[in-house]
């Protein structure tokens, strides 16, 4: 339920107070009131949520309307006591106006958006340079990319073009900061090589375009949803979404700065998949709650718009993808690592000459030119039976494990060192479980 406080000229008030009726409106009460202006009729309403809009729009019809609409949710009680656990349960999603109205609120001054954007940029810097997982998620607490990440999703979703070009904006300048600050700073401390957490963030996942679409969803739900509907903050949501940009915004000045541009390349790969599949889930979910190119108070929308972007958005997605799939390895890292850690098992498994203990498999963070150098280290343990020397053992595994993974057109050159571990013996004796 939201509270309405409405002004209305006097002996306009009883019209308010039908309206009120017709849109399920409860508690009201109508007394009256004046002003510098004149005399007046002061109503206060409760309307659902779904109702607020309608609600509105035939408010609109009266003459010089003063309203103001109370952003909380309510728990209006009426009698009998007993249904008072039935009158407040229900809990509705905010309307399309109230949507439209947060959004708008949440966009803040420029220089603090811009502060935030340069101390994200700091903190993602030293997480990648230090190798400090956790402050890569300090990086995203401080990052203020979720605002315009949803204020661009509903302005998609309402046909909002001068909204759409201002978030648009917003965005692009907190991601540049954030890209020009991580690489100022490691130009200032001479950085030469990518630490290991840079490696780490900037390999692609054949499943990387799942993040953008449900960081975007879960944005736009955290908006349209009551505050007492939601278990999930709004600070749990904005880091979910600046998960999808502050790392890749950070690592792209760092990459720059120490002239990897392979790494480069793959990072805004990331940023441009995040925030095309960032927009397109968000819009599609504000569109189906009712957000659309008109409504109460709202009328500047342009109906063309939402299928323009989201088609565009869908190109660039689809655009995307395609180029994942015929750049391997360079955009499917992970999912090659993982890929070949499950045929080196198969390997193994089918020489009979030793069990798997661990497989370790990871590109390597030095670019060696013309190959993708793909390191494998591998952990086994003779199996019983098996009378073949160690040397015999790491030579044939070592060529078994290459050529099935030469074969498997991965196009990497691996690299494979096979480390035979041996049972502990006591008193001269072999110990076997």
Same mark, same amino acid.
């Given at each position: 339920?939201?509270?309405?406080?409405?002004?209305?000229?006097?002996?306009?008030?009883? *019209?308010?107070?039908?309206?009120?009726?017709?849109?399920?409106?409860?508690?009201?009460?109508?007394?009256?009131?004046?002003?510098?202006?004149?005399?007046?009729?002061?109503?206060?309403?409760?309307?659902?949520?779904?109702?607020?809009?309608?609600?509105?729009?035939?408010?609109?019809?009266?003459?010089?309307?003063?309203?103001?609409?109370?952003?909380?949710?309510?728990?209006?009680?009426?009698?009998?006591?007993?249904?008072?656990?039935?009158?407040?349960?229900?809990?509705?999603?905010?309307?399309?106006?109230?949507?439209?109205?947060?959004?708008?609120?949440?966009?803040?001054?420029?220089?603090?958006?811009?502060?935030?954007?340069?101390?994200?940029?700091?903190?993602?810097?030293?997480?990648?340079?230090?190798?400090?997982?956790?402050?890569?998620?300090?990086?995203?607490?401080?990052?203020?990319?979720?605002?315009?990440?949803?204020?661009?999703?509903?302005?998609?979703?309402?046909?909002?073009?001068?909204?759409?070009?201002?978030?648009?904006?917003?965005?692009?300048?907190?991601?540049?900061?954030?890209?020009?600050?991580?690489?100022?700073?490691?130009?200032?401390?001479?950085?030469?090589?990518?630490?290991?957490?840079?490696?780490?963030?900037?390999?692609?996942?054949?499943?990387?375009?799942?993040?953008?679409?449900?960081?975007?969803?879960?944005?736009?739900?955290?908006?349209?949803?009551?505050?007492?509907?939601?278990?999930?903050?709004?600070?749990?949501?904005?880091?979910?979404?600046?998960?999808?940009?502050?790392?890749?915004?950070?690592?792209?000045?760092?990459?720059?700065?120490?002239?990897?541009?392979?790494?480069?390349?793959?990072?805004?790969?990331?940023?441009?998949?995040?925030?095309?599949?960032?927009?397109?889930?968000?819009?599609?979910?504000?569109?189906?709650?009712?957000?659309?190119?008109?409504?109460?108070?709202?009328?500047?929308?342009?109906?063309?718009?939402?299928?323009?972007?989201?088609?565009?958005?869908?190109?660039?997605?689809?655009?995307?993808?395609?180029?994942?799939?015929?750049?391997?390895?360079?955009?499917?890292?992970?999912?090659?690592?993982?890929?070949?850690?499950?045929?080196?098992?198969?390997?193994?498994?089918?020489?009979?000459?030793?069990?798997?203990?661990?497989?370790?498999?990871?590109?390597?963070?030095?670019?060696?030119?013309?190959?993708?150098?793909?390191?494998?280290?591998?952990?086994?343990?003779?199996?019983?039976?098996?009378?073949?020397?160690?040397?015999?053992?790491?030579?044939?595994?070592?060529?078994?494990?290459?050529?099935?993974?030469?074969?498997?057109?991965?196009?990497?050159?691996?690299?494979?060192?096979?480390?035979?571990?041996?049972?502990?013996?006591?008193?001269? *004796?072999?110990?076997?479980?």
């Amino acid at each position: 339920m939201r509270q309405l406080l409405i002004q209305v000229p006097r002996g306009q008030g009883d *019209k308010v107070l039908d309206m009120a009726k017709a849109h399920q409106g409860t508690n009201l009460a109508r007394f009256e009131a004046s002003d510098t202006e004149g005399e007046l009729d002061f109503v206060i309403t409760y309307v659902p949520n779904r109702q607020v809009e309608s609600f509105l729009e035939a408010l609109d019809t009266l003459p010089d309307l003063h309203l103001t609409l109370v952003p909380r949710g309510m728990m209006p009680l009426k009698p009998p006591p007993s249904e008072a656990p039935q009158q407040v349960k229900e809990v509705q999603l905010r309307s399309p106006l109230e949507i439209f109205l947060a959004g708008l609120q949440s966009v803040g001054s420029w220089k603090g958006f811009l502060g935030y954007a340069a101390c994200a940029g700091v903190v993602v810097w030293i997480g990648l340079f230090t190798n400090t997982i956790y402050l890569l998620t300090a990086a995203m607490l401080i990052a203020p990319f979720a605002g315009p990440a949803m204020n661009t999703a509903i302005a998609t979703a309402r046909g909002d073009l001068y909204l759409l070009k201002r978030s648009i904006i917003r965005y692009g300048a907190g991601i540049a900061v954030t890209v020009v600050v991580a690489g100022i700073l490691s130009v200032i401390m001479q950085q030469q090589a990518p630490t290991s957490l840079m490696m780490a963030s900037f390999k692609v996942s054949s499943v990387t375009i799942l993040l953008p679409l449900i960081a975007g969803t879960a944005g736009a739900l955290n908006l349209i949803q009551s505050e007492r509907s939601s278990l999930v903050s709004g600070a749990a949501v904005g880091v979910l979404v600046a998960a999808s940009l502050a790392p890749a915004a950070g690592l792209v000045g760092m990459a720059a700065a120490i002239a990897r541009w392979d790494m480069v390349v793959n990072s805004l790969f990331l940023l441009v998949l995040q925030l095309a599949g960032i927009n397109f889930s968000g819009a599609i979910v504000f569109r189906l709650v009712g957000l659309s190119a008109r409504g109460a108070r709202y009328n500047r929308g342009k109906r063309w718009l939402f299928p323009v972007v989201l088609g565009i958005g869908a190109v660039i997605m689809a655009g995307l993808l395609t180029a994942q799939l015929w750049q391997e390895p360079t955009l499917q890292r992970t999912t090659l690592e993982q890929r070949t850690s499950t045929e080196i098992q198969q390997v193994v498994q089918e020489s009979d000459l030793a069990k798997l203990v661990q497989s370790n498999v990871q590109f390597t963070p030095t670019k060696i030119e013309g190959q993708n150098t793909l390191l494998t280290v591998v952990y086994v343990q003779r199996n019983p039976e098996v009378t073949a020397s160690t040397e015999t053992i790491q030579t044939q595994l070592t060529q078994a494990i290459q050529t099935h993974l030469l074969e498997q057109d991965f196009n990497v050159t691996p690299l494979v060192q096979v480390t035979v571990l041996e049972l502990p013996e006591v008193q001269g *004796k072999r110990v076997e479980g």
